[in-house]
């Protein structure tokens, strides 16, 4: 008998297919905000017109922009966007942009709410041990339109980079989660193609490991299945042609519902926990990490969840295949970096990897129980 508990998140509306400009405006209208605050890609603020459409079309309710959000979400930086939103007198954070610059909004938000001013200061809202302190919720939320498709914008928690301990930190809170996402794929067409197809490499990472895990159930299988046939069929028809919007609007629902796992309650695994050290440690692109790891965390599960592997290899339209065969060859086929030589880790970091694993809160939730660094080890090993 199934046993859980599906907690539903706390954003109202997803809208997809519709220009960010116009659907921004519409949610400030229902929301009644008067101060957004923006933090957004820089490239797409200097190199594009995109954010100054979204400015002119926000007018007098834009109050400030911040573009300098480097990748994996340093705290140094949160607090300088922190500093620029509180001066702003901000009543709502509007996010353009890829994965960090989400989270770094999520992270805004807490540092707003409990008075954080500095770096260190971030020590008192990270979760310890998984588990989250007791803090004052955000008052000001936040809109997310994504530019890449690892999905963090669906989901309660974010993560942030220490950058003296170079390890990446988890803070969460129910109303971290944006009030509204924005799905607008002509956006994406600026992402570099190599990000964008490699976020979706994340995205997928999240579809394989919440079928995969030994907590999932049908709810969050549902979602995750269906995702993975969309970004199955989506991201190879991305890169066969860059301006295919039909594509990648699969692409962005595929993503959307690779959270559904996650956010209903299904733990990640070892492809994730090892990600967070290789990005925090290594500053390997987020994406890159489940290009690199996932297959190699596949063929070390098999042994106790081939069942639900073979779901896996189904959903991606390779019904009795390999499941880590199947997803190494898809990666391959995108042109991803498929061993850790590839993004520059050798053999002389495994164990320093291995340990810092073990402190992530997926590692332990692997389906295959892992003990130990030897056995994270191992797989390293197995993906080197």
């Known amino acids: 008998m199934h046993r859980g508990r599906v907690v539903f998140g706390a954003m109202d509306e997803v809208v997809f297919g519709r220009p960010a400009a116009e659907a921004i ?23 594009t017109d995109e954010i100054e459409k979204v400015r002119q079309a926000l007018g007098a309710r834009c109050v400030g922009t911040f573009d300098r959000m480097p990748a994996h979400t340093p705290r140094a930086a949160v607090i300088a966007a922190t500093e620029q939103a509180r001066d702003a007198k901000t009543d709502l954070i509007v996010t353009i942009g890829g994965g960090s610059i989400t989270d770094g909004a999520k992270a805004v938000q807490l540092c707003l709410a409990n008075n954080v001013t500095t770096s260190d200061g971030i ?15 955000p008052v000001v939320r936040q809109i997310s339109v994504p530019t890449t498709i690892a999905g963090g ?17 988890m803070l969460r809170h129910p109303l971290v989660m944006p009030r509204a996402t924005i799905l607008d794929p002509e956006l994406s067409v600026h992402t570099p193609d190599w990000l964008f197809l490699s976020t979706g490499i994340r995205a997928v990472d999240h579809c ?9 159930h049908p709810y969050g299988d549902a979602q995750a299945l269906k995702g993975l046939e969309m970004l199955a069929q989506g991201l190879p028809r991305v890169k066969a042609d860059p301006k295919d919007i039909s594509a990648r609007m699969d692409c962005q629902i595929g993503t959307w519902l690779s ?8 733990p990640m695994g070892a492809s994730h926990g090892i990600g967070y050290v290789l990005g925090a440690e290594f500053d390997v692109p987020h994406g890159h990490t489940s290009c690199v790891m996932l297959p190699a965390v596949m063929r070390w599960n098999k042994r106790d ?13 390779h019904a009795n295949a390999d499941a880590g065969d199947v997803l190494d060859r898809f ?12 993004v520059h880790v050798g053999p002389e970091h495994f164990d320093r990897i291995a340990a810092g694993a073990m402190r992530t809160p997926w590692v332990p939730r ?5 003990d130990g660094p030897s056995q994270v080890r191992e797989i390293l090993m197995m993906a080197a």
């Open 153 to 169: 914008e669906f989901s309660s928690i974010a993560g942030v980079t220490n950058e003296a301990k170079r390890q990446k930190e």
């Open 259 to 266: 959270t559904g796992p996650l956010a209903s309650g299904v």
């Open 305 to 317: 969840n081939a069942d639900r592997q073979a779901l896996v290899a189904a959903a991606m339209g």
């Open 123 to 137: 020590e008192a809202i990270r979760t310890h041990g998984g588990v989250a302190p007791e803090m004052k919720p």
């Open 208 to 216: 394989v490991e919440g079928i995969c895990s030994r907590e999932a």
């Open 331 to 342: 990666i391959r086929d995108l042109g991803m970096p498929r061993s850790l030589t590839d």
């Open 366 to 370: 692997n389906p295959r129980k892992i």
């Open 25 to 47: 405006v519409e949610q400030l209208d229902r929301l009644g905000a008067q101060r957004a605050f923006l933090m957004v890609s820089g490239t797409l603020n200097r190199e």
